[in-house]
């Protein structure tokens, strides 16, 4: 008689509250850190372009529940309150703020992801102290994610500012599916490059792509790096590297070329507009505020051309629909955001 097998465990839900704890949070560059998350238990899987609602504070288990609960405000008129809850008497964020997924692995100890982060206010602030082991909660994974059409297989991805970490997961999975890539890379100035350089190739002044970036050349995969100042790289916008790319394909390689771009929506915008004219299909990561991550506060709207019950029409007639980053995105084909 054969023993009964044992039931296989259940499936992570598409989304879900996730506890995590710091494997590291090293400092890359002026204001930049990439964090590694340690997810405790089964986390669902992930494509690129999606992205995690962290929780810029410590989790609600370490803090005092009857002090966040607080008590009841009472005072006298001309007194000033007597505040104890944290969120008013410290500074502390009380929304999550969204990230891209930097990368991802999985192995006998559960599940990490990358997050790559900038100091811009008091959430950020807050994770660039974080020490190994501290505890991190998650949302995720949200949103949709970047294809890989079967009828193309180069790939030209342009990251500009902290829209690179989504571009560093997409050529871990374009490795997997056999794509060839060049990466683009831009910043204003060389320190708030958000990468970390091959110590013995450094960047082309010129704007050849070379294996200069780690977490492009460890899938084999050349970068070219642009700074507005000219401090590292080719002297100028990232459009500039982009177009030099562009003007040198042969028609056979555009054909089989999607760009993927996220970053600046200017930068967005710019980098659409060459590959239109180009004849090289685009896709956009867009980067919007937002509270929740789930289409609850509808603050991340986008114009998306919609010929369907749209909201209004640009000035020559092109139909649009608000649609949300959060649950619609973040990933749009460029042609169909209305800039």
């Not at 490795?175 to 091959?198: N, R, S, Y």
């Not at 790289?233 to 459009?239: A, E, K, Q, V």
Request: hydrophobic residues 40%; negative net charge.
């Amino acid at each position: 008689m054969s023993s009964p097998t044992a039931p296989a465990p259940p499936a992570p839900a598409p989304r879900s509250r996730f506890d995590a704890t710091v494997e590291f949070n090293r400092f890359i560059c002026r204001e930049h850190y990439r964090l590694r998350l340690r997810i405790t238990r089964p986390f669902p899987a992930t494509k690129p372009g999606q992205f995690v609602q962290l929780g810029c504070r410590p989790p609600n288990g370490a803090i005092d529940a009857d002090a966040l609960l607080g008590r009841d405000l009472a005072w006298e008129p001309g007194q000033r309150p007597d505040l104890h809850q944290p969120e008013l008497c410290n500074r502390l964020a009380m929304l999550r703020r969204p990230f891209s997924l930097a990368g991802r692995g999985d192995d006998e100890h559960g599940t990490w992801i990358d997050i790559i982060h900038r100091i811009v206010g008091t959430g950020t602030d807050w994770l660039a102290q974080l020490n190994v082991g501290d505890p991190v909660d998650l949302i995720g994974p949200l949103g949709n994610a970047f294809t890989l059409p079967d009828d193309k297989h180069v790939g030209l991805l342009v990251g500009g500012g902290v829209g690179l970490p989504p571009m560093f997961y997409l050529a871990q999975a374009m490795k997997t599916a056999g794509w060839d890539a060049v990466a683009f890379v831009g910043a204003m100035t060389h320190d708030l490059l958000a990468v970390e350089f091959v110590d013995e190739q450094p960047a082309n002044v010129e704007g050849l792509p070379l294996p200069c970036v780690v977490d492009f050349a460890r899938f084999d995969y050349p970068t070219v790096i642009t700074t507005d100042d000219g401090s590292m790289g080719l002297s100028g916008r990232i459009t500039d590297g982009l177009s030099r790319v562009l003007e040198g394909l042969p028609n056979a390689t555009a054909n089989a070329a999607v760009v993927y771009t996220c970053g600046p929506e200017p930068m967005m915008a710019a980098v659409a507009k060459l590959a239109e004219a180009r004849g090289v299909d685009c896709q956009v990561c867009v980067e919007q505020a937002m509270a929740c991550g789930m289409g609850t506060c509808q603050s991340c709207i986008v114009r998306i051309e919609s010929p369907d019950e749209p909201h209004g029409q640009t000035a020559v007639g092109r139909p649009w629909r608000y649609r949300l980053a959060c649950t619609d995105g973040p990933v749009f084909p460029s042609t169909k955001v209305v800039w």
